[in-house]
């Protein structure tokens, strides 16, 4: 008995080795399959995703612009004479037919010479043709912002019994609108044709004036608008020739833009084409309104010395003067001019595109998988694109797509 007990005991104990010995060697090979497993298994990449949505989209054509005053007006002299000193400045306020800017006084007899007669009368005629043209532009302007005025009402009633689109409507307001800034710019034309004829009426009046008369031979040179100096010419005493330029005159408050773009952007812009005025100092975005893309293109040098083929779009401000009046002549504003424009639009961003063949695509997510997918893109703004086909809201896609991607990749958000 002695001797039986230890032998099982023996065997025992020798099994429970055997077998810890086994679970062990199981144990590992467990893992080493598990490891190789999942170095072979494909990893999931770490992706962005955007989706699918429907939203209001616009494209805009972005260029610097300049701000000008719309009417200027160079004062000059009628006549040969001695020009009293200017004491005028800068930025003086001054009214119509009111402000002296300055007087001329006769210097020596060639004032009163025949051949100073003549060619003084012959300015006072050629200033009534020129009033007598001015007034017929104001008047044909006039006969047309009329009709355009009854048009605009005719077809309000028509958008509101359905026989008329809003487009329609739009359209014929911005056409008065554009023909009653013509009709404004025509009167100053007017007021400015007026006061040449005048002036070289007191021209004339001085030349034949009789250099025994009593009468001071000073002619007095009033300021032709309302507004404010923007620059003076000649601010000394001096004699001066007929016809040269004393100062520029012009209302601030009166302001244009112009903006040059790029002619491929321009063929895009039509008049009436609504405009974000940014950067301009203030803390607000300024709107505007094209009122004309000029017909005739310039050749212009980038600052990289390439030659580029540009053209002038002026734009009309839309904000009261009270909103602007930091914004002066010569002021640099960014010009947003909003070329399209649709709501409920299919768009995704243009960060999630890329080519194939030529051909637009995306990698759309389906169940963790990214499946290369061909699009027919409508509007691109270099943010977001038009989905025309292709895809539908909510759809999940990748932006930013990588290289290690490709049809059928497994996908994780990131």
């Known amino acids: ?70 009417e200027k007006y160079v004062v000059s002299t009628p006549l040969a004479a001695r020009l009293s000193r200017i004491t005028l400045k800068v930025g003086d306020v001054v009214n119509k037919d009111v402000t002296v800017l300055s007087r ?24 009534e043709r020129k009033l007598d043209l001015a007034r017929s532009s104001l008047a044909k302007a006039e006969a047309k912002l009329q009709f355009a005025e009854s048009e605009t009402g005719r077809v309000r009633k028509m958008v509101v019994g359905n026989a008329a689109s809003q487009s329609q409507l739009e359209s014929q307001e911005s056409l008065f609108r554009m023909l009653g800034e013509e009709v404004r710019g025509l009167g100053f034309a007017v ?26 031979m000073t002619l007095a040179i009033q300021a032709p608008i309302d507004g404010r100096i923007l620059r003076i010419y ?56 094209v009122r004309l893309v000029e017909p005739s293109g310039f050749t212009k040098t980038s600052a990289l010395g390439v030659e580029e083929q540009r053209v002038n779009v002026i734009i009309d401000l839309e904000n009261p003067p009270e909103e602007r009046l930091q914004l002066g002549d010569g002021f640099r504003v960014d010009c947003e001019v909003v070329v399209w424009r649709q709501a409920d639009v299919l768009q995704i961003p243009t960060s999630a595109m890329f080519r194939v063949e030529g051909a637009w695509h995306v990698f759309a997510i389906t169940d963790g998988i990214a499946k290369r997918t061909p699009i027919v893109v409508g509007q691109n703004n270099g943010r ?26 497994p996908i994780e958000k990131r």
């Open 1 to 70: 008995m002695n001797k039986t007990q230890p032998t099982a005991r023996q065997s025992q104990t020798r099994l429970l080795g055997y077998a810890r010995r086994a679970v062990s060697w199981l144990l590992i090979l467990a893992t080493v399959t598990t490891v190789v497993a999942l170095s072979f298994r494909e990893r999931r990449l770490l992706v962005d995703i955007a989706t699918v949505t429907r939203a209001t989209m616009d494209v805009r054509v972005e260029e610097d612009g300049q701000t000008r005053i719309r």
């Open 104 to 127: 001329l006084e006769a210097t020596d007899p060639s004032l009163l010479d025949p051949r100073a007669v003549a060619q003084a009368t012959a300015r006072v005629r050629g200033a």
């Open 191 to 216: 007021d400015i044709a007026q006061y040449e004829l005048e002036l070289e009426k007191a021209a004339l009046l001085l030349t034949r004036s009789d250099p025994d008369d009593q009468v001071e």
């Open 234 to 289: 000649q601010e000394s005493t001096a004699v001066v020739r007929a016809g040269e330029p004393l100062l520029e005159i012009g209302d601030p408050k009166d302001l244009e833009i112009i903006a040059d773009v790029l002619s491929r952007d321009a063929v895009r812009i039509s008049p009436g084409d609504a405009v974000e005025l940014k950067h301009w100092g203030g803390d607000y975005t300024l709107t505007g309104r």
């Open 384 to 409: 977001m694109a038009q989905i025309i086909e292709g895809l539908e809201e909510g759809m999940p896609v990748i932006v930013h797509p990588s290289d290690k991607l490709d049809d059928g990749s």
